[in-house]
């Protein structure tokens, strides 16, 4: 699976090792006028990647610098699979930025008590 | 006694979706010149950039030449962002965006409204039928008061926000 370059958008992918969480970096930003077209194909080979090595994903939010409530769609369609396909998703965010805290926090809606989905700010994980 | 503290930014914008980011980014560089809170520079400047999406999605651009147009003025403590575009009065995006703006102000908090568009979203197909994600972001993030009018064929949708 290949990292994600869109606009002013880059997601990299990273595993230091096959047991590790898939931890997607996103940074730049992403205010594309469909975000679905580019991000839904990579959110899906995101989800089957994880299935197959039997690891959850990480998504890691705190590079980056805006995106448009296009893309929050997006996301809240990345979450609904994820629970769908039971793979384990953490989003991780800077609560030190203010727009990040209310943008992510609201996300907390999403969290069920199954555990496939939890929001952690950037200094309570490694 | 200090002297009065006023801005004003009042342009023409091509509909055009790149001038969108161009915009968004102008306003939280110039807003931070301005504003010692970063964090009310980028709420603002994302005010901005979701009004200009709306303006370009759901518009009447069967005259390409028509621009849309952006304002924002205040003062020390409060602050307008404004965006105009043209729009055809009995359209079905118009009578969308009024129930949008209307429903939101149902909700105890901008919040409350924000987190039920949220699972509004989740619930729907995804033919991207359930919009207006950006009206209930700004009235929640930017902790906006958000009013719309219509005069003639141009719609002009007005963000109020205090700091």
Redesign the interface.
């Known amino acids: 699976m290949e990292n994600l370059r869109a606009g ?1 958008l880059a997601i990299d992918l990273v595993q230091p090792l096959p047991t590790e969480p898939l931890r997607v970096v996103w940074s730049g ?1 992403s ?1 594309d ?1 469909n975000p ?1 077209a580019i991000l839904d194909p990579f959110f899906q080979q995101l989800l089957s990647a994880a299935e197959h090595r039997r690891v959850p994903v990480q998504l890691r939010f705190e590079k980056l610098l ?1 995106f ?3 893309t ?2 997006s996301l ?2 990345l ?2 699979d994820a629970r769908q396909r039971r793979v384990e998703l953490t989003v991780v965010f800077d609560r030190k ?3 990040q805290q ?2 992510f926090d ?2 907390r ?2 969290v069920g008590s199954d555990g496939l989905f939890t929001l952690r700010s950037v200094e309570e994980v490694p | 006694m200090n002297p009065p503290f006023s801005f004003t930014i009042d342009l023409p914008v091509r509909n055009d979706w790149a001038n969108i980011d161009l915009v968004r980014t102008s306003i939280l560089n110039c807003f931070a010149a301005v504003f010692n809170d970063l964090d009310g520079c980028h709420a603002f400047a994302m005010v901005a950039g979701e009004l200009l999406e709306n303006a370009i999605k759901y518009g009447d651009w069967h005259d390409s030449e028509r621009p849309l147009h952006l304002r924002v003025w205040g003062e020390q403590h409060w602050a307008n962002v404004q965006v105009e575009n043209p729009v055809a009065p009995d359209s079905r995006a118009l009578q969308d965006l009024m129930e949008s703006l209307a429903r939101l102000e149902t909700f105890r908090s901008a919040e409350d409204a924000y987190r039920a568009k949220l699972l509004e979203v989740a619930a729907a197909p995804r033919d991207g039928s359930v919009g207006k994600l950006g009206l209930a972001r700004i009235a929640y993030e930017g902790n906006c008061r958000l009013k719309a009018e219509v005069k003639e064929d141009v719609l002009s949708v007005t963000s109020h926000m205090t700091f």
């Open positions: 002013d930003k205010s006028r679905g805006h448009n409530s296009s929050i769609a809240i369609q979450i609904q930025l203010r727009w209310l943008s609201a996300l809606v999403f």
